[in-house]
């Protein structure tokens, strides 16, 4: 998908506004689970997870290919909405973002902060996205849809830095929504010629992914309710699919109550605090601990943007019903 020099060019790209997120070995994580964990940190980005890296290569390419647009139009469930924001406000340029209704209040707060302007509309993520698309196209502007290749370049440079710092990991766990984030772990492998697995995951409640996958086919899923609100996703992307399916190792899925306890794992051993979709890799490493028992994994948080009421429950014991 990439080549190495693309990778590193984006990389620079991001670098100019961020610098790289850190990679750790939590020594009381990894007495825990049994293996060398190495957590990679996208929950220390600006923003607060890893989309911010897609906003900047994302929002390069507008302006080389648009240099007319006046501003893009999105849908979020609130991580790449705050990408997107940042991006754009700092391009001087208008943001849309369409959110479902029922969103968490704390990220849409995060998105109007960094510029952007919030509309609710529709039931879940895949009807804003619609909605978005059609004032796109109403309204003159870009689409920024949950997946596109200067998205996946973008994000692909967090996997460049956790695969060159943290080498020889057997198996990476990466989460999945639209399939960015998997599909760039896949795309930095590969380019790096390196023999890492990488295991996909996702919640049962919202598990469109595993099912396609299983079947050799998309397939849609009636809801995605969970909290786990950043892999919130009913209906899967074709050209993500197209790369995961074949470079995925597998496909987990989680139960609610894994992830909620996985958030508090995260923070009983490192202190970070996770949001239900930055912990379900750690999740789905603690379902087959025994598997990868002495083995060096490596595990992405990869965004701490939980609301308050939530990761008050979740540190409580119980587990958000949606």
């Given at each position: 998908?990439?080549?190495?020099?693309?990778?590193?060019?984006?990389?620079?790209?991001?670098?100019?506004?961020?610098?790289?997120?850190?990679?750790?070995?939590?020594?009381?994580?990894?007495?825990?689970?049994?293996?060398?964990?190495?957590?990679?940190?996208?929950?220390?980005?600006?923003?607060?997870?890893?989309?911010?890296?897609?906003?900047?290569?994302?929002?390069?390419?507008?302006?080389?290919?648009?240099?007319?647009?006046?501003?893009?139009?999105?849908?979020?469930?609130?991580?790449h909405g705050q990408s997107q924001a940042?991006?754009?406000?700092?391009?001087?340029?208008?943001?849309?973002i369409y959110v479902p209704f029922g969103?968490?209040?704390?990220k849409n707060a995060a998105m109007r902060?960094?510029?952007?302007?919030?509309?609710?509309?529709?039931?879940?993520?895949?009807?804003?996205?619609?909605?978005?698309?059609?004032?796109?196209?109403?309204?003159?502007?870009?689409?920024?849809?949950?997946?596109?290749?200067?998205?996946?370049?973008?994000?692909?440079?967090?996997?460049?830095?956790?695969?060159?710092?943290?080498?020889?990991?057997?198996?990476?766990?990466?989460?999945?929504?639209?399939?960015?984030?998997?599909?760039?772990?896949?795309?930095?492998?590969?380019?790096?010629?390196?023999?890492?697995?990488?295991?996909?995951?996702?919640?049962?409640?919202?598990?469109?992914?595993?099912?396609?996958?299983?079947?050799?086919?998309?397939?849609?899923?009636?809801?995605?309710?969970?909290?786990?609100?950043?892999?919130?996703?009913?209906?899967?992307?074709?050209?993500?699919?197209?790369?995961?399916?074949?470079?995925?190792?597998?496909?987990?899925?989680?139960?609610?109550?894994?992830?909620?306890?996985?958030?508090?794992?995260?923070?009983?051993?490192?202190?970070?605090?996770?949001?239900?979709?930055?912990?379900?890799?750690?999740?789905?490493?603690?379902?087959?601990?025994?598997?990868?028992?002495?083995?060096?994994?490596?595990?992405?948080?990869?965004?701490?943007?939980?609301?308050?009421?939530?990761?008050?429950?979740?540190?409580?014991?119980?587990?958000?019903?949606?």
């Amino acid at each position: 998908m990439f080549t190495v020099q693309e990778l590193q060019d984006a990389a620079a790209l991001v670098h100019r506004q961020m610098p790289p997120s850190p990679q750790y070995d939590w020594p009381l994580l990894s007495r825990e689970v049994g293996a060398e964990v190495w957590v990679k940190h996208e929950n220390h980005n600006l923003t607060g997870a890893f989309k911010v890296r897609g906003g900047v290569t994302f929002m390069d390419w507008v302006r080389r290919e648009y240099p007319k647009s006046r501003g893009i139009c999105t849908a979020t469930r609130g991580n790449h909405g705050q990408s997107q924001a940042r991006a754009a406000t700092a391009a001087g340029l208008l943001a849309k973002i369409y959110v479902p209704f029922g969103n968490s209040v704390e990220k849409n707060a995060a998105m109007r902060a960094y510029g952007g302007e919030v509309i609710e509309f529709g039931s879940d993520f895949d009807v804003a996205k619609d909605e978005a698309r059609r004032v796109a196209i109403e309204e003159d502007l870009v689409f920024v849809p949950p997946f596109h290749r200067e998205l996946v370049r973008g994000v692909a440079t967090y996997a460049l830095e956790f695969f060159t710092a943290a080498t020889d990991l057997h198996t990476v766990y990466v989460p999945i929504g639209c399939g960015s984030g998997i599909c760039g772990v896949i795309a930095a492998r590969d380019a790096l010629g390196l023999a890492t697995r990488v295991v996909g995951v996702v919640p049962e409640q919202a598990d469109c992914v595993k099912r396609s996958v299983e079947a050799g086919q998309l397939i849609e899923t009636n809801s995605a309710r969970t909290f786990a609100d950043g892999t919130a996703v009913r209906i899967p992307v074709q050209d993500a699919y197209d790369i995961y399916a074949k470079g995925a190792d597998r496909i987990i899925s989680l139960r609610e109550d894994e992830i909620a306890a996985a958030m508090r794992l995260y923070y009983r051993t490192t202190h970070n605090i996770a949001e239900g979709a930055g912990a379900e890799a750690l999740a789905a490493l603690w379902q087959e601990r025994d598997a990868m028992a002495g083995r060096k994994v490596g595990v992405i948080l990869s965004g701490g943007n939980v609301d308050t009421d939530i990761y008050s429950t979740v540190l409580s014991g119980q587990t958000p019903q949606m």
